[in-house]
């Protein structure tokens, strides 16, 4: 699968959110492209189906049922990457959900979910990371949104968690350039996944498939590609945010 030339050989990936959309897209970019790939989400059956094409594929996956919304899973998630390979050099935090509703119709349970889940858990992912990202000297890539950068009506609650992603990613870069660990922001917008299969809200739910109808969305691969690209630079090299959005998407 990889040449002695693949830009990763040798690095260790953990991609949290990896049994569907972006996250899957991730771990298989990332394991073309020589690393050893953590995958990391609560659904086993299809983390266990990615590990086994990646291993068919002459890669080397694990796969770690986690529910990243619960701290002891995380801690539990971290040290088995790092033990199955003896060290971490990217973390992709990318698991997260879209809970969408007008904020006066919102359910509080659906906004405490998304905080817990998009915002603390890929805190709390990355505080268990850090030791071993700054032994490395390795990168972590938070996945953010459009929505982080624009607050849409209607996306009030997903908003303010990708907004909290941004100001976190921001906070930590400075925190950790000196220790040479890297800090990467994705922030994409509209992308075809399953993100939008748990919306209960029905205008926003129809509103998100009026959208998806009426452009060409981006793929999940897409989105790999510029993970990849940020994760592949020279040590020199800090890629700091990259907002990429369909052709057809104004905002
Ligand atoms: N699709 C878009 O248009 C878009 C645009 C901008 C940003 N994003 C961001 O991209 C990221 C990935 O989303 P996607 O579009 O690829 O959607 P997706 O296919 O629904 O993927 C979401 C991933 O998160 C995991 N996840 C959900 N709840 C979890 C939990 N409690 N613990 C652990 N993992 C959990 C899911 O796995 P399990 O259900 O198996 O746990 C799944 O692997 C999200 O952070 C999203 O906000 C997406």
């Known amino acids: 699968m990889t040449t002695a030339n693949s830009p990763l050989t040798d690095k260790v990936a953990l991609v949290t959110g990896a049994s569907s959309g972006i996250g899957e897209a991730t771990a298989m970019v990332l394991a073309a492209a020589g690393a050893k790939v953590a995958v990391a989400a609560r659904r086993a059956d299809r983390l266990k189906a990615i590990v086994a094409r990646l291993e068919k594929a002459g890669g080397k996956a694990l796969s770690i049922e986690a529910d990243l919304a619960k701290g002891g899973d995380i801690t539990a998630m971290v040290d088995k990457a790092v033990s199955e390979w003896g060290r971490l050099d990217i973390l992709v935090n990318n698991a997260g959900v879209m809970l969408l509703a007008p904020a006066a119709e919102a359910d509080l349970d659906d906004w405490r979910h998304m905080i817990e889940l998009n915002l603390i858990g890929l805190m709390a992912t990355t505080k268990a990371a850090l030791p071993h990202l700054k032994t490395s000297k390795g990168h972590v890539v938070n996945v953010s949104s459009v ?22 990613s921001e906070s930590l870069r400075r925190e950790v350039y000196a220790d040479k660990v890297r800090v990467t922001v994705i922030e994409p917008g509209l992308v075809r996944t ?56 104004e905002r």
Request: no cysteine; hydrophobic share 45%; charged share 20%.
């Open 194 to 249: 399953e993100l939008g299969d748990h919306i209960t809200n029905a205008q926003s739910k129809a509103g998100l498939e009026h959208r998806l109808a009426t452009m060409e969305a981006l793929t999940a691969e897409d989105i790999a590609n510029a993970i990849l690209y940020a994760v592949s630079q020279p040590p020199r090299v800090n890629v700091n945010e990259i907002l990429i959005r369909p052709t057809d998407q």
């Open 147 to 168: 929505a982080g950068r624009v607050a849409n009506p209607g996306a009030s609650g997903y908003a303010a968690t990708k907004f909290g992603v941004v100001a976190f």
